[in-house]
């Protein structure tokens, strides 16, 4: 190898052009990402009983409490089952929630690991957003036995529909996650607003009512990117109805800003990662 091909990176020590290390580089991080999702998914109920249980008993317990409390004493009225409305929405807003939560400090969090190793930093984030994600799917057969139960019948849609709004509430958390794991470390008081912020979210999607009874507020509910998400996952569940454009348009377009935003925004501030923790 000569010194200009070093120079220019155009060549590894094996003389292989960027068509065989980029690929290798690829398949690298991927592997990383793995371990890193593997290692969360092992230390987050370790030492405990009911172990990986808790990933779905802790959203039904939530939905549990909000079904007497809602259904029961504040008597919401809709035109099925107030299950079918609150449980197909509840399980995809608890990824998203979390995910969220648990990215802010993750940076943070493993200062020493940035410090001594070098290794694509956005890893980091986007294995808390696969670690809750591997916890939405366990609880999918939870919503189905809940559907079952209600006198619904999953179809074929759901193999189409559970995929594709998997993927775009996937592209909408990588965004968000880069966006919110990156300013924290400069502003550790991001995490606190984050939290506040995620409770006043949940009110304002439809989780716990559906989008139909918002009445004259539901065009303003809709600037919500995580509005038309949800409604579509619970349509989806409850009427196995697949989500057109028009119904996901502002999720869609959200997603596609908020990873642009999300890439240019981690891009700039990791450089300064290791000295700011």
Not at 42 to 49: A, F, H, N, P, V
């Amino acid at each position: 190898m000569t010194a200009q091909d070093s120079a220019t990176g155009s060549f590894d020590a094996r003389g292989r052009g960027w068509s065989a290390i980029i690929p290798q580089r690829f398949f690298r991080t991927w592997e990383l990402l793995y371990l890193m999702t593997a290692r969360e998914l092992k230390l987050r109920y370790q030492d405990t009983i009911l172990g990986f249980v808790w990933s779905v008993l802790k959203p039904l317990m939530l939905g549990a409490v909000l079904y007497f409390a809602l259904s029961r004493f504040a008597r919401i009225h809709s035109d099925i089952p107030y299950q079918l409305v609150l449980l197909p929405a509840l399980f995809p807003w608890a990824w998203y929630q979390t995910s969220v939560l648990m990215s802010a400090p993750v940076i943070t969090h493993n200062g020493n690991l940035i410090k001594k190793v070098h290794f694509p930093r956005y890893v980091l984030p986007f294995a808390t957003v696969a670690n809750n994600m591997v916890h939405f799917v366990m609880t999918l057969p939870i919503i189905t036995v809940i559907i079952l139960v209600s006198g619904r019948h999953p179809s074929a849609t759901w193999l189409i529909g559970i995929p594709l709004l998997t993927l775009v509430e996937l592209v909408l958390l990588l965004g968000t996650v880069l966006i919110v794991s990156s300013i924290d470390v400069y502003f550790r008081d991001l995490e606190h607003l984050v939290e506040v912020f995620l409770n006043l979210l949940f009110y304002m999607t439809p989780i716990i009512y559906p989008l139909s009874q918002t009445g004259r507020y539901k065009h303003m509910l809709m600037l919500n990117p995580l509005a038309s998400l949800i409604e579509s996952w619970r349509n989806l569940f409850v009427y196995n109805r697949l989500p057109t454009l028009v119904d996901l348009w502002p999720s869609l377009a959200f997603a596609a800003v908020s990873v642009l935003l999300g890439m240019f925004v981690f891009g700039r501030l990791e450089r300064g990662f290791a000295d700011a923790l």
